[in-house]
């Protein structure tokens, strides 16, 4: 990954009990339209886009980035989970100068509830622990999103500060390798 140091990119196909997290193809353009034009998915993420922008901006091979996972199941795109530098000019950071890792997801409302989420961020977090071990990440989401902030906490994250951003409460959270999360529906680790 070019902003997270010298980790090859990408990685073999991470498989857990029901996933796999992969790089994305050309069958998943029409996933990655619809989790940015839901207005579900986007509720704490500024809103969703129109269906019709997406149509004509999303490439034939969206989300081909360093950091960024297609959550499949069963061969098909449910979601994705993203580790990437956080943006320095942002409130929330563990140094000075910012650059923290910093995971984020989406998953499609009809995979939510199953405990995919956590399985994939679960998956994702070991990936980075062997991939650059010792370093830290962060999470960062609005305290009305009882969802994330539930998955935070399952995966480990604990409180570093809440601050006003986007015009609403956010909680910011650090996880350590090493730390008690979840690695499938009902287990911990």
């Known amino acids: 990954m070019t902003d997270l140091g010298t980790v090859v990119w990408p990685p073999a196909p991470i498989r857990t009990e029901r996933l796999v997290l992969r790089e994305s193809e050309a069958p998943d353009r029409a996933a990655f339209i619809e989790l940015f034009a839901l207005p579900e998915v986007h509720?704490?993420?500024?809103?969703?886009?129109?269906?019709?922008?997406?149509?004509?901006?999303?490439?034939?091979?969206?989300g081909r980035r360093p950091g960024l996972?297609?959550?499949?199941?069963?061969?098909?795109?449910?979601?994705?989970?993203?580790?990437?530098?956080?943006?320095?000019?942002?409130?929330?950071?563990l140094r000075p100068a910012g650059g923290e890792t910093e995971i984020g997801y989406m998953v499609l409302?009809?995979?939510?509830?199953?405990?995919?989420?956590?399985?994939?961020?679960a998956a994702a977090l070991d990936w980075f622990a062997g991939a650059l071990p010792g370093e830290q990440v962060v999470l960062c989401t609005q305290t009305a999103?009882?969802?994330?902030?539930?998955?935070?906490?399952?995966?480990?994250?604990?409180?570093?500060?809440?601050?006003e951003e986007y015009g609403a409460e956010q909680w910011f959270g650090v996880w350590s390798p090493g730390q008690v999360r979840a690695t499938g529906p009902g287990r911990r680790t």
Do not use: Q
């Open 43 to 62: 509720t704490y993420l500024g809103g969703p886009r129109p269906r019709e922008e997406l149509e004509r901006a999303v490439p034939e091979l969206p």
């Open 69 to 93: 996972f297609v959550i499949d199941l069963d061969g098909t795109m449910i979601g994705t989970v993203s580790l990437h530098r956080r943006d320095a000019d942002r409130p929330g950071h």
């Open 109 to 121: 409302p009809k995979a939510w509830g199953l405990g995919y989420a956590a399985e994939a961020c």
């Open 145 to 163: 999103n009882d969802r994330s902030m539930r998955l935070a906490a399952k995966l480990g994250f604990t409180e570093v500060e809440r601050f």
